[in-house]
């Protein structure tokens, strides 16, 4: 059995390092503290008693577990990222321990009135009775992702002290920078060495994905006049104004809020605006790619009419592709999604198989020649203060990483 409270220790020292990303800066990591973490990870892989312990100049671990048998077995990865997204602070993390969830309100912080209740998060009453692992209200927890890391090196450890589970060689990679959609860029996909992976960094227990969104980001830059005030009449032009007729020139229920499974949307997440010049700065999601390529053309069609509409150029866009749907390279090889699922029916885990609202390294590492479907790895309510995890569903991840490994194993002999 994997332990309880030594799954819980090992994660909360994870999440209390601040591994933040940066994407404004064009380092790899992004950010210096993200190295705190990358050599704890190694050393820990090391003392747990992985081989082949690297950690590159980008800050990408990976390591090896041998096979423990004769007979030839294809080689497998895991793979989770260190880092915790910009969208929220992951400074000063200070993790609350529900011993036993009664399923009613859970105050994380009494001063500013923070409550996290299943009467607007409802997949907490799924958990009741369980171990539940939540923030103090001012931080994200940051079990997107490091409650994926938590999970593969338990299981790399469970099965070094337990060499009666029989499996091939496995490889396990960790990678900065995936918030911000850099998490494969430097990915040696080569060095790694496996035939495929499962990254574990999907949310409610069960889920198991092959489909993520086709992605996008789009800057859009407005330009205005400054005028004093007093003197502005037909002088004056307000970017934030012409930015606000953008804005509502996008379908406004095609949106994050307003959308759900293969729906996708155009999400507005940072404005900066003066007189003088605002800037949007958009996401991009669509699971088809003649949507997806549409909704591209839709932003730029806007600018043009916008830009006509005042005779000159006040609008100027970048639009740069981010990743693409994984499904196209992993439906050839369907096999390994059937593994996971089989390794989550035999631990009496219901498998929920459904598209990804987002995207994961796997859906880049699968255009890069290493297939990579996705894995619950427990976490809800990622990138905020409401963020939660319950121990148990860390452990059912762990318990099928080694259920896969060992079910890849016996079919080589198959």
């Known amino acids: 059995m994997i332990s309880k409270d030594d799954i819980t220790k090992r994660f909360i ?13 064009d380092t790899t990591p992004s ?14 892989l090391k003392l747990i008693g992985m081989s082949d312990v690297s950690i590159d100049d980008n800050a990408y671990i990976m ?4 096979s423990n048998v004769n007979h030839k077995v294809p080689t497998i990865g895991f793979v989770s990222h260190f880092d915790t997204t910009p969208d929220f602070t992951g400074a000063n993390v200070n993790p609350q321990v529900i011993e036993n969830y009664d399923g009613k309100d859970i105050v994380l912080n009494a001063a500013e009135n923070i409550i996290l209740s299943p009467d607007y998060f409802e997949d907490l009453l799924l958990y009741k009775g369980q171990t539940l692992i939540t923030t103090d209200g001012t931080t994200l927890l940051g079990a997107d992702d490091k409650a994926g890391i938590t999970e593969i090196i338990s299981a790399m450890e469970y099965l070094i002290n337990h060499p009666e589970i029989k499996h091939g060689n496995i490889k396990v990679g960790f990678t900065p920078d995936e918030e911000i959609g850099r998490g494969a860029h430097k990915f040696d996909v080569k060095k790694f060495g496996a035939d495929w992976a499962y990254t574990m960094d999907g949310s409610q227990i069960g889920e198991l994905e092959y489909e993520n969104f086709n992605a996008a980001g789009a800057k859009v830059v407005v330009k205005g006049k400054i005028v004093h005030p007093g003197y502005a009449k037909g002088k004056m032009i307000n970017s934030m104004h012409i930015a606000t007729e ?12 307003h959308t759900e499974g293969y729906q996708g ?12 010049e605002t800037v949007l700065h958009y996401i991009i999601r669509d699971h088809d ?9 839709v932003i730029k069609k806007l600018t043009n009419a916008i830009n006509e509409q005042y005779e000159r150029e006040v609008i100027t866009i970048e639009i740069k592709d981010q990743y693409f749907n994984m499904k196209e390279k992993v439906v050839p090889v369907m096999h390994i999604v059937d593994i996971a699922e089989e390794a989550m029916k035999a631990l009496d885990i219901k498998p929920l198989i459904k598209p990804i609202r987002g995207g994961t390294d796997g859906s880049q590492l699968s255009f890069m ?7 619950f790895a427990g976490g809800h309510n990622f990138h905020g203060r409401y963020e939660y995890v319950p121990v148990e569903s860390m452990i059912k991840a762990t318990e099928v990483i080694c259920k896969i490994a060992e079910l890849t194993a016996n079919k080589a002999i198959e």
């Open 13 to 25: 020292s994870y999440v209390t390092v601040d591994t933040e990303s940066d994407p404004e800066s």
């Open 31 to 44: 950010t210096l503290k993200q190295w705190d973490l990358a050599n704890i990870l190694v050393a820990e």
């Open 265 to 276: 949307f155009f999400h507005l997440h940072n404005i900066e605006g003066k007189v003088e």
């Open 369 to 375: 020649g290493l297939p990579c479907p996705n894995i």
């Open 63 to 66: 390591a090896t577990l041998p």
């Open 246 to 257: 953008f804005i509502n020139s996008l379908p406004r229920m095609e949106t994050p809020e």
């Open 289 to 297: 790619m003649d949507h997806f390529k549409a909704r591209k053309e």
